[in-house]
């Protein structure tokens, strides 16, 4: 990592294709996320429909997707693989050619391990205000990417992170200082087309839509779908659709059944829920209806 301008904090998880670091630039002092991925695994064309997705990543900017620093391609010998005072052992150095994603740090982690240490706390599910807040911040970097005829199709709570300025901890209810951040997108897509399988199976897919379980090509109303989930996961902290087998779930989905919401749930946000989760694609709303729903058009805010 020395030919490079960052040094290796620790690893913050292992992804689906490599592995994942926090960084530091050795210049700037700035935290970055570093995501490796190992090209050797790959073949010449899925390697040049990886690098083609970088450079489309390399050219979004929005203040909800997690910001896109640089990539480059570098041999990796392994030695700062576990980070300071990693494992020295016998067996030959490893020389992988990896490609390096370089992105914006965000701090407080993902909208998944937020949602189950709030849980876990026993303080009660979030206002609707909060839910609706949050949202809409997802619905805008949603609308950027279709605007750009890109779809995620791996959005799930997981892949949505939060980066905040305050010192506040978000998951405190005056907390508001933070944005959310839709990342690990375009990667996935590339990388799931010759790995779908593999995928299902070790994944859980609780967020395919129907269209996906009936083997219909993946579109936008699929991501519209995942918002849904996403959104009946905020307001709930539950899969909006859950079961022990993949038959079971497969069975839930295509019959769209989902737990009824709380009875203090509002009648805007009950409708809005189900209509993200209508099993005919074709009802489901665009992003641009989406926004013209009064009571999500009221709350967003005018400069964006
Ligand atoms: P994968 O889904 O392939 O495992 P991800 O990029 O989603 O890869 O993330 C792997 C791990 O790294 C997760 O634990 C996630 O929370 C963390 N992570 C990924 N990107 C960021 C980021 N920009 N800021 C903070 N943590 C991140
Ligand atoms: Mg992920």
Same mark, same amino acid.
């Given at each position: 990592?020395?030919? +490079?301008?960052?040094?290796?904090?620790?690893?913050?998880?292992?992804?689906?294709?490599?592995? @994942?670091?926090?960084?530091?630039?050795?210049?700037?002092?700035?935290?970055?996320?570093?995501?490796?991925?190992?090209?050797?695994?790959?073949?010449?064309?899925?390697?040049?429909? +990886?690098?083609?997705?970088?450079?489309?990543?390399?050219?979004?900017?929005?203040?909800?997707?997690?910001?896109?620093?640089?990539?480059?391609?570098?041999?990796?010998?392994?030695?700062?693989?576990?980070?300071?005072?990693?494992?020295?052992?016998?067996?030959?150095?490893?020389?992988?050619?990896?490609?390096?994603? @370089?992105?914006?740090?965000?701090?407080?982690?993902?909208?998944?391990?937020?949602?189950?240490?709030?849980?876990?706390?026993?303080?009660?599910?979030?206002?609707? +205000?909060?839910?609706?807040?949050?949202?809409?911040?997802?619905?805008?970097?949603?609308?950027?990417?279709?605007?750009?005829?890109?779809?995620?199709?791996?959005?799930?709570?997981?892949?949505?992170?939060?980066?905040?300025?305050?010192?506040?901890?978000?998951?405190?209810?005056?907390?508001?200082?933070?944005?959310?951040?839709?990342?690990?997108?375009?990667?996935?897509?590339?990388?799931?087309?010759?790995?779908?399988?593999?995928?299902?199976?070790?994944?859980?897919?609780?967020?395919?839509?129907?269209?996906?379980?009936?083997?219909?090509?993946?579109?936008?109303?699929?991501?519209?779908?995942?918002?849904?989930?996403?959104?009946?996961?905020?307001?709930?902290?539950?899969?909006?659709?859950?079961?022990?087998?993949?038959?079971?779930?497969?069975?839930?989905?295509?019959?769209?059944?989902?737990?009824?919401?709380?009875?203090?749930?509002?009648?805007?946000?009950?409708?809005?829920?189900?209509?993200?989760?209508?099993?005919?694609?074709?009802?489901?709303?665009?992003?641009?209806?989406?926004?013209?729903?009064?009571?999500?058009?009221?709350?967003?805010?005018?400069?964006?």
């Amino acid at each position: 990592m020395n030919a +490079t301008p960052y040094s290796i904090i620790r690893p913050i998880g292992g992804g689906s294709f490599g592995q @994942v670091f926090l960084c530091q630039h050795k210049k700037e002092k700035q935290l970055y996320v570093l995501k490796k991925i190992r090209l050797q695994m790959m073949d010449e064309k899925e390697q040049e429909s +990886t690098e083609m997705e970088v450079r489309l990543l390399s050219n979004l900017r929005h203040p909800n997707i997690v910001g896109y620093k640089e990539s480059f391609i570098m041999l990796d010998t392994g030695d700062d693989l576990g980070g300071e005072g990693g494992m020295k052992s016998d067996l030959p150095p490893r020389e992988d050619l990896v490609l390096c994603i @370089v992105m914006e740090y965000c701090e407080h982690g993902d909208l998944y391990t937020l949602l189950k240490r709030r849980e876990a706390k026993n303080k009660g599910t979030y206002s609707e +205000t909060k839910v609706v807040e949050w949202f809409i911040q997802v619905v805008l970097a949603l609308h950027f990417l279709h605007e750009r005829r890109i779809l995620h199709r791996d959005l799930k709570t997981q892949n949505i992170f939060l980066a905040g300025r305050g010192s506040k901890r978000p998951d405190d209810d005056s907390a508001g200082n933070f944005a959310l951040k839709i990342g690990d997108f375009g990667i996935a897509k590339v990388l799931d087309s010759t790995r779908d399988l593999a995928m299902t199976q070790i994944g859980t897919p609780y967020y395919m839509s129907p269209e996906l379980f009936k083997n219909r090509p993946y579109d936008f109303k699929s991501d519209v779908w995942a918002l849904g989930c996403i959104l009946f996961e905020m307001l709930t902290f539950k899969h909006a659709f859950d079961a022990q087998s993949i038959n079971g779930l497969a069975f839930k989905i295509l019959k769209g059944k989902f737990e009824p919401l709380p009875a203090s749930t509002s009648e805007e946000m009950k409708q809005l829920v189900s209509a993200l989760l209508c099993t005919n694609a074709n009802h489901r709303p665009t992003l641009r209806e989406i926004f013209h729903i009064p009571f999500i058009r009221k709350r967003i805010p005018s400069v964006v």
